[in-house]
């Protein structure tokens, strides 16, 4: 019978099992169970000739594998004798058949299916690679965001207006007019005040964003502010003016107005975005006009003495505005360059070789740029009334995120 094969050979086993135990104890130095011919090879020789063996091992070998095995063979001859029996055979045979025949009534209620939430609390929310967060009657040709990613200012050039757009919703609310020519924006103050270039009006501004009717303030008179950016502490702002083509640095600890601290000037003149990395004292400056021989140059400056070195130089597009990640050694820029053709495109530049690469595109007329390094988002605004988001790691991927899908 097949059953009989089964126990029969289960049995066998167990009983080969006693047989290797028994085998093992009559030739191991120290148990109780060695042979009389073991004992005379022990005499002999000595019984350091024989590697020492445990009492944990005996205990085993003299205790617990003979109960094992002979337990296990008992329980093998006894379902050998039950499954000879024709009718037990059948009535587990029956007793199957009927289990498997019954039929399983399942349903599932509502309660039981998860929660679009709670599937993101587990695996968290699905990866947009771009998404167009809002739009505004802005031109925009500066953006900045809140420490926690939750709000990104949006800087109006030709209405000279502030606004804030809640990043959740897309939901716009006008914070100040009368700015004058914003161009470049950046926060300070845990978020609580906004900075920005007023190119026409020649100066830094500063606008507390805490403020029921937030006025601007003059910081520092400086021709031509195009690009704009803080150190970490917030202390101190470096200011680019596309006019003079100088990089100034602003104390803000000093009582307003500040006088301009000029770094480095540029030749020509056009330069634009700033973007900082305060561990080693320099500031990257990208261009807006007037490229050199080889295309629009991204710039290294030191802070302290001044000394300039070209990054790379991208032909065709410009490097207007700047955003680093210094954990990955990367810098971003974008270029409002070649708008109508699929142009307005993102950047990664590799800073320690000065390979770039475009990381998305069709983003119009796209000239103002900010990183949310928490978050891992990309914020570019444009003069085509548009606020776009792109996930920086889907950038990762080879071509980046491609061509952003345009609205009809």
């Known amino acids: 019978m097949f059953f009989s094969k089964i126990f029969g050979t289960g049995g066998d086993q ?39 063996v445990s009492l944990e091992s005996f205990n085993l070998m003299e205790n617990f594998f003979p109960t094992f095995f002979g337990g296990s063979q008992a329980a093998f ?7 000879e029996n024709p009718s037990t055979t059948s009535d587990v045979a029956s007793s199957t058949r009927d289990t498997s025949n019954k039929s399983v009534n399942v349903s ?8 679009t939430g709670d599937i993101n609390r587990l695996m968290g929310p699905p990866t947009t690679k771009y998404a167009l967060i809002a739009t505004g009657q802005w031109v925009s040709e500066g953006v900045a965001v809140d420490p926690l990613g939750k709000t990104a200012y949006v800087g109006d050039q030709a209405g000279g207006r502030l606004y804030a757009v809640t990043i959740a919703t897309g939901a716009v609310d006008l914070i100040a ?23 026409s009006g020649g100066r830094l501004a500063s606008l507390d964003l805490t403020a029921s009717s937030p006025t601007p303030t003059t910081v520092a008179s400086i021709s031509g502010a195009y690009g704009l950016a803080l150190d970490t502490k917030g202390n101190v702002a470096y200011v680019a003016s596309w006019s003079s083509g100088t990089l100034y640095s602003v104390d803000l600890s000093q009582p307003l107005p500040v ?7 540029f030749s020509p003149a056009g330069v634009a975005g700033v973007a900082l990395d305060m561990a080693n004292r320099t500031a990257y400056v990208g261009r807006k006009d007037n490229p050199g021989s080889q295309g629009y140059q991204l710039y290294q400056v030191n802070v302290d003495s001044g000394t300039v070195s070209v990054v790379t ?49 069709n983003l119009k007329d796209c000239e103002g740029l900010t990183l949310d390094p928490v978050n891992r988002k990309f914020y570019i605004s444009n003069r085509n009334n548009q606020l776009w988001q792109i996930d920086q790691d889907s950038t990762k991927a080879r071509g980046g995120v491609g061509a952003v899908a345009q609205p009809a």
């Open 259 to 265: 006088k301009p601290t000029p770094i480095t000037t």
């Open 77 to 83: 001859t006894q379902q050998d004798k039950d499954f």
């Open 313 to 361: 130089s991208i032909p065709g597009d410009s490097t207007i505005r700047v955003a680093l990640d210094l954990s990955a050694g990367l810098a971003y820029t974008i270029s409002h360059l070649n708008s109508g053709s699929g142009g307005g495109r993102l950047y990664e530049i590799t800073l320690a070789n000065g390979a770039y690469r475009s990381v998305a595109s």
């Open 108 to 115: 599932i209620s509502d309660a039981d299916v998860p929660s």
């Open 14 to 52: 167990a009983a080969s099992g006693q047989k290797t135990i028994q085998g093992i104890l009559g030739t191991t130095s120290g148990s109780k169970g060695r042979s009389a011919d073991f004992r005379d090879w022990e005499m002999k020789y000595g019984p350091s000739a024989v590697p020492p």
């Open 177 to 199: 007019s009368g700015l004058g020519d914003i161009r470049d924006v950046t926060l300070g103050q845990q978020g609580k005040v906004a900075y920005y270039a007023d190119y």
